[in-house]
């Protein structure tokens, strides 16, 4: 054994001359043979082979340069695998002598031999025994074997058997000439055996947006390399000489899919009043090592609080004034017939659409095609019908005359009108002699109804209605505009409930969808407007009972979005029309329970529960209850209301289960690995995905009596209301407590807790509060 002498910092120093490469490497069992080739260097090209090198500085003469396998963490202790290779011992320790000259030691063919999890006590109780005997540590005796047991076992559980670093420790010769006098040990950076999660190099592979609202919360979807779902961010940042911007996307580790996907939400960006589109970037970043894929550009765009456009609309300028002698707005003809300047048209000018066969009969049968118009005096219908066949056929034989009998006569029959609207100041004779241009388009396809609604002129609409009943105009009421929204959707938007049931009644359809395959209960169900969405459920009919359990483009139902909205009555309200409440979105199978965990709705879930009879045990399509959700985001609340629900704690979801420690050497021998390899992994429960050990520890020990008091919590002191929801979940002992006295606050257990460590596990088990009920 050497006595150990460190030489002064100024004098002969160690230095790293090539780091071993981190990835890459497969750590090898026993049984599997030798490894093809040695361990390379970080610079290891194909054609170029490179292997970890240390040199000895200023120094000239002999040295010993020994390497061996240690932990990753700080300080590093030593590792239960060995090294193996041409220069190496039973003992895992590797040794090379150089000098006098050059004092470059490379080691070329180095292997990591895997211990099993079974041999790792015994190994690392070997290993600390030599290095205590090595260093002649004070005190130590031989007979110490039960203590050196004790710290090999704890040792043991925290050493990362997929991690090691190489430690290189030089010895100089000392008068004698033995190898005593050892310079200050470098440590390399760390090795991950390739059979790791988190052996893989960080790759972004693809992503579904490349852009999204300055306010965040978009939805992306993102393809990787294989990742370690509880050991990965996505990190946004932008560099700038003030120090620059860094946030992190939102997910949990219920996001992650086979290692390979990530369902994140953006974060907001730093400053939310951006006019112009701002490019960040954004890239995988591991939390322990550190280690980031190549960056990819974002685009932050700015928050668009008009997406129906109705503001936009409301704040249009009104056409110009008309002036009947010199032209129309543009330079369209006057009232007359006159010519027109500049490039306008004759007649209706100002950028509208009109088709003129757009089924009004305009030209078919002149003043009398529109049903319910005034009739000219001094004339009975069967003249005028006669009069009107000839209008219709004249333009064949005579275009001018047929042209000039039909202004003549729409004069007569505006002039009727205006004087009758005159006389009595009713609108609708003007309304219904001109109800052909109903369907005329404005340049963004809406039509006269659409911008009543817009304006919210609800006489208008009113009166344009009344107009438009009964006759061939009335698809005017279902027609689109640009943004395919019907005026029934405008409607429910701009919150008219009078409207949405005026139109309704006289033959607006409900199952039209907007461009996001919204109907107006989808919108009713979005905006979480309780009035509308009565009125709309009580019209419906059988005819369309089946809106409420249809899903729009995103595939979404409205019961989904209404749990957006945090919207109890609107929810009760949907599920007393026949919405099922257990009814999975098709985008992932979440239900509406699962939507308020994961939006850590409290109240709303312990509704949902309590009352609409949501299913604890529902699972997405990846096997996930809303248990799972819960658990992997921390929430002690959420998971003690689940389970005192009766949700089930074993429930596996289908995400195969990789072990932290290591990927394949839980087993205990390497028959074993391969009998593990041959079967399918299980699924992880709810503690699998648990943030931290205290969350598991306390959604453990949660009782019944916890429930009752996160119940009195959120109903706000009044513990009557309270009895007939704890019985439906069958909290006996939680209704008689509240009937005998109401909880008494613990301070201790009253602090918020993020499952991060705000009380320690031990504390929390000792909690009489929790431990006595």
Known sequence: MYDLIFIPVHGPYLQIIEEPKQRGFRFRYECEGPSHGGLPGASSERNRRTYPTVKVSNYVGHARVEIQLVTHTDPPRVHAHSLVGRHCSDNGICTIDVGPNDLTAQFSNLGILHVTKRGVVEVLTKRLREEKRRIKEPGYKFTEEQAILQEARELGKSTDLNIVRLKFTAYLQDSNGSFTRALKPVVSNPIYDSKSPNASNLKISRMDKTSGSVLGGEEVFLLCDKVQKDDIDIRFYEEEDDGGWEAFGDFSPTDVHKQYAIVFKTPPYRCT???????????????????????????????NQDKEEVQRKRMKALPQPYDHWRGGPQGGAGAFGGPGSGTGGGGMGGGFQFNPMDGSGFFAGGCSGFSGGAQMSGSTPQAETSQNHDVYFLPVLFPATALQSRATLMAKCSARALLQYCSTG??????????????????????????????QQPGVVQQLIQALNNTPQQKFINKLNNLNQAPLHLAVITKQAKLVE?????????????????????????TGDEAILRVILGLLGERHAHLINSADFS?????????????????RLLVEAGARINMPEQKSGCTALHLAVRDNLLKLACYLITELKADVNACTYGGNSPLHFAASQGSPPLCSMLIAAGADKRMENDEPLFFLSSSSSDEDDESEKNEVDRQPAAGHTPFDLAKCQKVSTFVSVISKYNLVYLLVQLSGGPVDGLVEALQSLGVSEGVRLLRDSQPREDKQNSKEDSGFGSQSIEEEMGNPAVANH
């Open 273 to 303: 009043d951006i006019t112009r589109p701002v490019t960040v970037f954004l890239q995988l970043k591991r939390k322990k090592g550190g280690d980031c894929s190549e960056p990819k550009q974002f685009t932050y765009i700015p928050h």
């Open 426 to 455: 009713d609108v609708r004779p003007l309304l219904a002699l001109q109800r052909h241009l109903c369907g005329v388009q404005d340049e963004n396809g809406d039509t006269p109804l659409h911008l009543a609604i817009i304006h």
């Open 502 to 526: 005026m139109l309704i009644k006289t033959g607006a359809d409900p199952s039209l969808q907007d461009q996001e395959g919204r109907t107006a209960l989808h919108l009713a169900a979005h």
């Open 555 to 571: 595939g979404q139902y409205p019961i989904h979005l209404a749990v957006k909205k945090d919207g109890e009555h609107c929810l």
